[in-house]
């Protein structure tokens, strides 16, 4: 029987247990410390990764990883993540470099439009305000906030000026065309104070690189001064500067166009009006009592016509009358009583009164072939037989009538005489005289 001592061998193995407990927990503190160490440095990698991203997130692109060295996922990602970050900052460069370029532009339009002479409004596709410079401002009343989104038609109001018919607005018409367009002449825009004025202006579709309208941009300027000026200026062609009257040239016109519509049935009457005691009233209280006194006795003569007659200063203390639709009786009436009407009239001046007559030529514009000269000459020849015959009266031409013969022959010499003085047609004849006995 053999025995064996199982003490030395049972303390070989629990040393041998001892130490791989300790070695394995050695083992276990290590991975443990490796593993906390490991994660440790890849959440504060991936923290410091978010807190990046939210930089980012808040438009910070300036940042830097220092992370991103390596070949594990998070130095890749961090890699990734930094040429993310350098994309966005490039795009960021551009869009600024192009927000800045467009800022510039606009606000060289901006100056510009501010700075141009003419008015200038600019609507969306609906045919609202989008602005306005501020000579459109000025000229229309309205401020660019207050205008800022109202229809054009509130802000820009625009009559014609002679119907007062409202006009269709030129926006409207660009962008159901889709062309160009202007206004028409005597365009009159009502300002927001109900002030008018008179002006030119033209529209333009707005369009995109596309080519589709976006708005339309609306240029106008003032014409009213140039518009008075016409006016005054056709005025003037037409009229006596003195009496207000038609002047001898517009008479005449109309003379001329009453004669080209008279046809059968039609009547009409010319009157050929001649002041009496004229020349006395001017050369005894000079010109300005003069000018004064035709003043008013156009006035006078004014009062006692139809709306539909014309009535015009020829020249001097000269007038004429034109009677349209007119017939013979009711026309010597008409004369009779401008001249009642002027021989009642008592003229004073610097405590003076002058009484003044006139003397009538009346002739009849009927039937075909007639011409307005002759009229005229005829009219005229009245006027002067009835100076001639005691003046303050109507005198009716007749073609028949002798001593008409005898006066319309010594007009025509009159004529004849000073046409040869115009054409230096006369020529002079000399003689000596000397005594009979020589």
């Not at 467009?102 to 045919?127: H, Y």
């Not at 056709?234 to 008279?262: C, I, K, P």
Request: glycine share 6%; net charge negative.
């Amino acid at each position: 029987r053999v025995i064996l001592n199982a003490a030395p061998v049972r303390a070989e193995l629990d040393a041998i247990t001892h130490k791989g407990m300790a070695y394995t927990l050695v083992a276990i503190v290590l991975g443990g410390l490796v593993a906390w160490l490991v994660v440790r440095t890849m959440t504060e990698r991936l923290a410091r990764l978010s807190a990046a991203a939210d930089r980012i997130a808040g438009g910070d692109l300036s940042l830097a990883l220092a992370f991103d060295r390596g070949q594990d996922e998070v130095a890749r990602l961090a890699r990734d993540f930094g040429q993310m970050v350098t994309a966005l900052a490039e795009d960021r460069r551009h869009r600024n470099e192009a927000e800045a370029q467009l800022f510039a532009e606009k606000e060289r339009a901006q100056v510009t439009l501010t700075s141009i002479g003419d008015a200038v409004i600019t609507t969306d596709v609906a045919g609202r305000v989008d602005f306005l410079n501020s000579v459109a401002e000025q000229m229309t009343g309205w401020s660019l906030a207050e205008a800022a989104g109202q229809p054009l038609d509130r802000v820009f109001h625009i009559i014609n000026e002679v119907s007062r018919a409202v006009v269709e607005n030129p926006v409207e018409i660009v962008l159901r065309t889709g062309v160009i367009v202007g206004l028409a002449n005597h365009t009159v825009l009502i300002r927001r104070d109900g002030a008018e004025l008179n002006i030119e202006d033209s529209a333009a579709p707005i369009r995109d690189r596309h080519g589709e309208i976006i708005g339309v941009v609306l240029v106008f300027h003032d014409v009213t001064k140039a518009h008075e000026m016409a006016k005054q200026m056709g005025w003037a062609a037409t009229h006596d500067s003195l009496t207000g009257l038609y002047n001898r040239a517009e008479f005449e016109r109309r003379l001329q166009a009453l004669v080209e519509r008279t046809g059968p049935g039609k009547r009409h009457a010319l009157l050929y009006i001649d002041l009496d005691q004229f020349k006395v009233v001017n050369d005894t209280c000079g010109h300005a009592a003069g000018d004064q006194m035709l003043c008013q006795i156009a006035a006078i003569m004014h009062r006692h016509m139809r709306e539909s007659d014309t009535l015009a200063r020829l020249g001097g203390d000269e007038f004429g009358v034109l009677l349209e639709n007119c017939p013979a009786e009711k026309s010597r009436q008409i004369a009779e009583t401008i001249l009642v009407a002027v021989s009642s009239f008592r003229f004073v001046w610097d405590e003076k009164t002058f009484m003044v007559g006139s003397s009538i030529g009346l002739v009849e514009i009927a039937g075909e072939d007639l011409d307005a000269a002759h009229l005229l000459a005829a009219a005229d020849t009245a006027c002067y037989t009835a100076k001639d015959e005691g003046r303050n009266r109507v005198q009716i031409f007749n073609a028949a009538d002798s001593e008409t013969i005898r006066r319309s022959g010594e007009m025509n010499w009159v004529a004849h005489i000073n046409r040869a003085f115009d054409d230096n047609r006369f020529r002079l004849h000399w003689q000596s005289i000397v005594p009979l006995q020589d």
